[in-house]
C-alpha cells in the first residue's frame, strides 16, 4: 500500500479563495483524521470519520471550514473563503479498529493564503 | 480536559549525546501512549507505543518509559545522530479511537 496520499503538497492561494485539500486513507482503514498544524499550535484535530461518517468535528474552527467522506477511499476538507489565519500544514491520517492501532499520516498539504 | 504537555518545547544537543524529552498527559480513560518522530515537511511516524501495564519499550536508540500512576512518559535518544533532528509528539490514546496530540519538542542535533 502506498500510505496516506494527499493532494497538494503545496497549495498557496489568494484570500477569499475556496481551497480543496485531498485525501487517500490506506485501504481496509475505516478512521480517517484531518489534522491542521502550525508553530504556535502544533497539531490540533479538526474532525474523524468512521466508516465515512463524521463522527466529532468540534474541531473545526468556523463555518468556512467542511469535510466530507462520499466513500471509503476518498475524503476532501474545503475552506471556503479562505483566511491568512488559515495557513498551516493540514494532514490527514488514517486507522482501522482495535486497541493500540497507529495513526498513519500523510506528507500534508502546505496551505498559504495570502 | 483531555490535554498532553510536552517538554521542553526545543532542544540543541551535539552529535553523540544522550537525551531524555518529557510527556505528562491528563486524557482520561488511558487507552496507549505512542511517540511519534516528524521529520521536517513530513507526516508523523509512529516509535513506540506504551500500554498502560508496560513501563519501558525500546527501539533501537529510542527507549521510551511510561509511569501510569504519575502519567508521564519520557522517550530517551541514545548516541544521538544527525538523523535524529526531528520533532517528536507524543499522542496519549483515550475512549475510542480519540487521539491527544502534544506540541512537541523540537530536537536538533549539532555535529
Known amino acids: 500500500d502506498a500510505g496516506v496520499i494527499q493532494s497538494p503538497r503545496h497549495e498557496v492561494t489568494e484570500m477569499g479563495q475556496e481551497v480543496t485539500l485531498r485525501c487517500k486513507p490506506i485501504s481496509g482503514h475505516d478512521y480517517l483524521f484531518w489534522y491542521r498544524q502550525t508553530m504556535m499550535r502544533g497539531l490540533e484535530l479538526l474532525i474523524y470519520f468512521n466508516n465515512n461518517v463524521p463522527i466529532d468535528d468540534s474541531g473545526m474552527p468556523e463555518d468556512r471550514f467542511s469535510a466530507k467522506m462520499p466513500n471509503a477511499s476518498f475524503s476532501t476538507l474545503k475552506i471556503q473563503p479562505s483566511e491568512p489565519r488559515d495557513s498551516a500544514v493540514y494532514f490527514c491520517a488514517s486507522t482501522y479498529r482495535g486497541g493500540g492501532t497507529e495513526a498513519f499520516f500523510g506528507q500534508g498539504t502546505r496551505l498559504t493564503v495570502v | 480536559k483531555n490535554q498532553v504537555e510536552q517538554s521542553p518545547q526545543s532542544l540543541i544537543i551535539l552529535e553523540g549525546k544522550n537525551c531524555t524529552l518529557q510527556c505528562n498527559y491528563t486524557v482520561s480513560p488511558f487507552s496507549n501512549l505512542r511517540w511519534y518522530k516528524q521529520d521536517t515537511g513530513r507526516g508523523p511516524v509512529s516509535l513506540t507505543i506504551m500500554t498502560f501495564s508496560e513501563n519501558t519499550k525500546s527501539n533501537g536508540r529510542y527507549t521510551a518509559t511510561l509511569d501510569a500512576d504519575t502519567k508521564q512518559s519520557s522517550l530517551h535518544i541514545t548516541a544521538s545522530q544527525l538523523s535524529d533532528s526531528a520533532s517528536y509528539i507524543c499522542?496519549?490514546?483515550?475512549?475510542?479511537?480519540?487521539?491527544?496530540f502534544g506540541g512537541g519538542t523540537r530536537l536538533m542535533v549539532k555535529p
Open positions: 499522542v496519549v490514546k483515550g475512549a475510542g479511537n480519540m487521539l491527544t
